[in-house]
């Protein structure tokens, strides 16, 4: 394996995965293969939708459209991997396809938290600046905002891969997870990690701390705009607009650091390897169904493209 400009013993890891349950290794196939299929299905149909139909071409929907096409980078990331250790006696996978996979795990999921951050600050211009969301709001902010998104994530996983191939791999090579996640690398490397784990202190920081406070004071504002309105229905309209969003940022964050928090010290027990399904394949495979439930806008869009093709 490549660590640190040198060759060592290990040349592959082996990912334990769901071993430890073999007499439902059918039933984890199934489950799993019809989410995997299932998130990028509706993540993908999402997308079109939002491409195809002009009353969608806002920027809330333009971020949305993002968000989705990040969710299935990021499930394909691991889970066809995941599904295709089933069949396999050895669940192998080479030190570059480790760091191939953690690269672009960890890109979608940093940009996901900036996607998530950009949503928010554009429900905080719809509501407390109504007046001049179009003017800030305007398609050039929100594509730079989404390419800032992009490019943030992108930088911070090419200083993780830095940080990584300035490890050794001499020892054990079991990873005990489905996928190469750091806090599992972290535990089998011969050298010391110490830097490693002070520059993901430093990112978690950055993009965890930084994007939640960034958040809270959107929505501060947001409720006190809010609060300020006099109609009842008006208020719950308002609220309302933000509901998805909220409800997608709690998902994402509450599990993540549930996880992380739980596997820091690089063990994982199989209550954290299914916590884990939760936040890389379950909560892609959600976000489209929050956004789209109880959403006019994106009824009314499937409404006039099932009209299109019945004229068709």
């Known amino acids: 394996m490549i660590g640190g400009g040198n060759?060592?013993?290990?040349?592959?890891?082996?990912?334990?995965?769901?071993?430890?349950?073999?007499?439902?290794l059918a039933v984890l196939i199934a489950v799993f293969l019809l989410i995997y299929m299932t998130t990028v299905t509706w993540n993908l149909c999402l997308i079109i939708l939002i491409r195809t139909d002009s009353?969608?071409?806002?920027?809330?929907?333009?971020?949305?459209?993002?968000?989705?096409?990040?969710?299935?980078?990021?499930?394909?990331?691991?889970?066809?991997?995941?599904?295709?250790?089933?069949?396999?006696?050895?669940?192998t996978i080479?030190?570059?396809?480790?760091?191939?996979?953690?690269?672009?795990?960890?890109?979608?999921?940093?940009s996901e938290c900036c996607l998530l951050t950009a949503m928010a600050y554009d429900r905080y211009a719809a509501i407390c600046k109504p007046l001049?969301?179009?003017?800030?709001?305007s398609?050039?902010?929100?594509?730079?905002?989404?390419?800032?998104?992009?490019?943030?994530?992108?930088s911070a996983s090419f200083s993780q891969l830095?940080?990584?191939l300035q490890l050794h791999f001499c020892g054990p090579n079991v990873i005990n997870h489905f996928f190469c996640d750091i806090p599992q690398l972290l535990i089998l490397s011969c050298t010391d990690t110490f830097f490693v784990q002070i520059m993901l202190a430093i990112l978690t920081m950055i993009f965890g701390i930084a994007n939640v406070l960034i958040i809270m004071i959107s929505y501060g504002y947001i409720i006190i705009s809010v609060?300020?309105?006099t109609s009842a229905k008006g208020r719950s309209k308002a609220f309302n607009t933000c509901a998805s969003h909220v409800t997608a940022v709690s998902l994402f964050y509450t599990s993540s650091i549930f996880v992380y928090l739980s596997s820091s010290s690089g063990s994982s027990s199989s209550f954290d390897r299914f916590a884990s399904v939760f936040y890389t394949v379950v909560i892609p495979m959600l976000n489209p169904v929050i956004y789209s439930l109880r959403n006019r806008e994106i009824k009314d869009a499937l409404m006039r493209l099932q009209k299109k093709r019945g004229h068709c």
């Open 139 to 154: 398609p050039s902010l929100c594509i730079w905002m989404a390419l800032g998104a992009y490019m943030a994530g992108l």
């Open 55 to 91: 009353h969608l071409h806002t920027p809330m929907y333009f971020f949305l459209s993002n968000l989705s096409f990040t969710d299935i980078c990021y499930v394909t990331s691991t889970a066809p991997k995941m599904l295709s250790n089933f069949f396999q006696k050895q669940q």
């Open 7 to 24: 060759i060592t013993g290990t040349t592959y890891f082996i990912l334990f995965g769901f071993s430890d349950f073999p007499r439902s």
């Open 94 to 110: 080479t030190f570059v396809g480790c760091i191939v996979q953690q690269f672009i795990f960890s890109t979608m999921g940093l």
């Open 227 to 229: 609060m300020k309105i």
């Open 162 to 164: 830095g940080a990584l």
């Open 132 to 137: 001049l969301y179009s003017s800030i709001m």
